[in-house]
């Protein structure tokens, strides 16, 4: 099935610990994205990629990062520095960073840190 | 980047009654999509619509670029459409900026 895979579904970790998100599309998209939504609230970016081994950041990327290694490809690590990264967790792609493209969700990924 | 304001924050609907969501914008977009977001997380895509007005079964929108503002009509609701709805909008070359959404409940 085409689509976009996350994993793990849930995580659980210790404050202090950094921690890696999955993200696989087999749609052949060049653009991914990660945002973060909070209970009751609307996503947030934190990073997009428009190419492989490039990417920007979004309005909240202090304490994550990302790589772009392969098109197929953008995990996210939430690093310690990140005050308070309990939420959850969307990665997202599209045909390109422009207007007329459809933008396409994995399932997330839900983040606790105790 | 550009504001996004959706109403109403919460909406209470019996099965078969019609309704009509709203999203208000800040600048001038090319990119706008609306969103159904699952009790279980999941986003889908509804529409995507910068203008003009579009209908997909029971849904459709309509966008007033001009006075920017974009509608999300649903009529002859069921408790499947329960969830919230998300628009979301773009200028050239940057990624979507959502809306904090309208969360809706149908109920039996």
């Known amino acids: 099935d085409g689509g976009i895979t996350q994993s793990p579904k849930y995580l659980f970790r210790k404050e202090g610990q950094n921690v890696t998100l999955s993200c696989e599309q087999n749609l052949n998209h060049d653009a991914m994205y990660w945002y973060r939504q909070d209970p009751g609230q609307g996503l947030r970016l934190i990073y997009y990629s428009q190419i492989v081994n490039d990417f920007q950041k979004g309005d909240i990327a202090e304490g994550y990062s990302v790589s772009r290694e392969k098109k197929e490809s953008f995990p996210l690590t939430v690093t310690s520095a990140q005050k308070n990264p309990t939420a959850f967790y969307l990665c997202a792609s599209s045909l390109g960073v422009r207007s007329g493209n459809t933008i396409y969700f994995g399932e997330g990924s839900w983040l606790t840190v105790v | 980047g550009i504001q996004v304001e959706q109403s109403p924050p919460d909406l209470i609907l019996q099965e078969g009654a019609n309704s009509t969501l709203r999203c208000n914008f800040s600048d001038s977009v090319n990119n706008l999509q609306w969103f159904h977001q699952n009790p279980w997380g999941q986003l889908i895509n509804l529409f995507y619509i910068p203008s003009g007005t579009k209908q997909n079964g029971r849904l459709s929108a309509t966008t007033v670029a001009t006075e920017r503002y974009s509608l999300l009509y649903i009529s002859s609701s069921q408790t499947t459409d329960s969830g919230v709805y998300f628009c979301?909008?773009?200028?050239?070359?940057?990624?979507?900026?959502f809306g904090k959404g309208t969360s809706l409940l149908v109920t039996p």
């Open positions: 979301a909008v773009a200028d050239s070359g940057y990624a979507l900026n």
